[in-house]
């Protein structure tokens, strides 16, 4: 499913040209405050796979100022390899997966900070339930994770602002995980608990 999110992003960021006047400016009182949005990474639900996310994400967001915004993110999606696997050979291969998959619910806590014209810096700090599912389909165990990403990315403003897309690059980190049944213990415990240059395609409506 990441390949198929990088090769997305990838494509998406160079069709979109960047708006230069991006920025909310902070003596604007006019700019809508509120917003609403989730991830054109939901488009991988509806792609042939024999792992399909079955993602779900829905924001909800308030700008403090023109520079800084806090928002609420729902979030829930399976994934079947660790989370740290970097990009290279080993990346979504052929026997490197759990035994099965995970299925997650969190909601995310997110704070984004302006830094120049559309340029944004983010921190999103998720507590995430957890449900370990084997091969045959069968609910073996429940976990629980805490799930940082930390991202650099742009505010794209669109139709006169009613819309907005965000492309960005991110580290995410798991700095808590309760332990896994052994057998997906076994092989989340071969690879680091980073994950670098992970994409993001957040959208959006003001309101």
Request: net charge positive; hydrophobic share 40%.
């Amino acid at each position: 499913m990441q390949k198929k999110s990088l090769r997305l992003a990838l494509i998406l960021m160079m069709a979109l040209p960047l708006q230069i006047k991006a920025q909310y400016s902070k003596q604007d009182s006019t700019y809508r405050k509120f917003f609403i949005g989730s991830t054109l990474f939901m488009l991988a639900n509806v792609v042939p796979d024999n792992n399909p996310p079955q993602m779900v994400y829905l924001n909800f967001g308030y700008r403090i100022t023109g520079k800084d915004v806090i928002s609420l993110e729902f979030k829930t999606w399976r994934y079947a390899w660790p989370i740290g696997i970097p990009y290279g050979k080993s990346y979504e291969a052929e026997g490197e997966g759990f035994p099965g998959y995970i299925r997650e619910h969190g909601v995310s806590l997110n704070y984004q900070r302006f830094l120049w014209k559309g340029l944004f810096a983010q921190v999103d700090v998720m507590p995430a339930f957890q449900t370990f599912v084997n091969d045959d389909g069968k609910k073996i165990d429940k976990g629980f994770q805490i799930f940082n990403t930390y991202s650099i990315g742009y505010h794209i403003k669109l139709f006169k602002d009613r819309l907005f897309f965000q492309p960005s690059i991110a580290m995410t980190h798991r700095p808590y995980q309760s332990t896994m049944p052994a057998s997906f213990k076994q092989v989340d415990d071969r690879w680091p608990r980073v994950f670098f240059l992970q994409p993001g395609l957040h959208f959006g409506v003001n309101f």
